[in-house]
């Protein structure tokens, strides 16, 4: 478990849940409750909260967690960044999740798109951008928190600049930035000034989207690496163990994405272990700065985050 800046607790791996698909979530969520997964990651923009709801609900109906036990983030879509749209749609994520309150609601990208606009405007253009400033949105976030629909609030893609801004401007300073974190994008800077900051790093397609592993557009993962799966056979783990215990090392909360039962105990069970400092050294060279979630259709946008080095 890491400490937010609310006092609260937030464990260290959770399941991610974009791309999986509606048919299958619930009993992924059931499974990742049984072999003790309490973290879940979910977003409007992965549209299938309503899944991911039933999955949480049959688990606490049948008694095996309360809802307690379970840390639930979510995040507010960029259609939605006008201040007035805030409490309004966390309310109707709250309903599709099946919950009283979230554990933790982030803002998903600095950058807003018109309400009237595609949820990926890329056709659009420019045109579906809306210019709204996420410090209103962040006012929208604070009322969350104010009428208990929220218990934590924070951001996802700020760069850090972004970030200095919104907190000389809040009442109520971000708990959590969710950023891409994986070997081929180690993000060090970011973390390093989130946790001067007081704010927890969650690091996102932390395995490196192996299901992407052939799109000559994305980094090879890293759980494909020669050196990786030696250091793996020589700890009798996975490449992918190898990789979330590197993640792990860096101080960050990590949520891997995974369907299949056996890849959910895996990625759990990374704690009996450690690397050597130079297998560290190793990993921390295949940093390639190289993004999957690159966004770069939306690189116009007033709010886009990643023209900065960090
Ligand atoms: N804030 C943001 O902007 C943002 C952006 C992207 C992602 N996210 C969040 O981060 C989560 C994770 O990122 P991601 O889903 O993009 O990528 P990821 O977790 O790096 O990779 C997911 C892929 O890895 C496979 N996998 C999982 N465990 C494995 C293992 N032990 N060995 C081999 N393959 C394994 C999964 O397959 P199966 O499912 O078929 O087992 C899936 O195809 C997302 O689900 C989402 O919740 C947030």
Redesign the pocket.
Same mark, same amino acid.
């Given at each position: 478990m890491l400490k937010l800046n609310t006092g609260h607790q937030i464990p260290i791996i959770?399941?991610?849940?974009?791309? @999986?698909d509606k048919g299958e979530v619930s009993q992924?969520v059931q499974d990742a409750i049984d072999v003790g997964y309490r973290h879940f990651?979910?977003?409007w923009f992965?549209h299938n909260e309503s899944e991911v709801g039933v999955g949480i609900q049959a688990k606490i109906q049948d008694g095996t967690v309360k809802r307690e036990d379970l840390f639930v983030v979510t995040?507010l879509w960029n259609n939605f960044h006008a201040k007035e749209c805030v409490v309004p749609m966390l309310k109707q994520q709250l309903k599709s999740l099946q919950l009283d309150y979230i554990d933790l609601y982030?803002i998903?990208?600095p950058f807003g798109f018109k309400e009237t606009s595609d949820s990926w405007p890329v056709d659009e253009g420019s045109a579906a951008y809306s210019d709204v400033d996420y410090l209103e949105t962040w006012q929208g976030m604070e009322e969350c928190v104010e009428l208990g629909l929220a218990r934590a609030i924070g951001i @996802? %893609?700020f760069n850090s600049a972004q970030i200095t801004r919104l907190l000389n401007a809040v009442k109520i300073k971000p708990s959590v930035n #969710? /950023? $891409?974190v %994986?070997p081929n994008i180690n993000n060090k800077k970011i973390i390093q000034f989130c946790k001067e900051k007081g704010i927890v790093v969650t690091g996102?397609? +932390?395995?490196? *989207?192996?299901?992407?592993a052939n799109d000559p557009d994305i980094p090879k +993962?890293t /759980?494909f690496d020669e050196r990786v799966i030696a250091m793996a056979e020589k700890y009798k783990k996975? +490449?992918? #163990?190898i990789i979330l215990r590197y993640l792990i090392n860096l101080g960050i909360t990590v /949520? +891997?994405?995974?369907?299949?039962k056996k *890849?959910?105990i $895996? %990625?759990l069970n990374v704690f009996d272990f450690d690397l050597e400092g130079e297998e560290t050294d190793y990993i921390d060279s295949l940093n390639k700065n190289v993004r /999957?979630?690159s966004f770069s259709s939306f690189e116009d946008h007033k709010y886009f985050p990643f023209h900065l080095e960090y």
């Open positions: 959770g399941l991610g849940t974009y791309k @999986s992924a990651d979910c977003a992965y995040k982030l998903h990208w @996802s %893609n #969710q /950023i $891409e %994986n996102y397609c +932390p395995l490196g *989207r192996v299901d992407c +993962p /759980i996975t +490449p992918a #163990q /949520i +891997p994405k995974t369907v299949t *890849r959910m $895996e %990625n /999957i979630c």
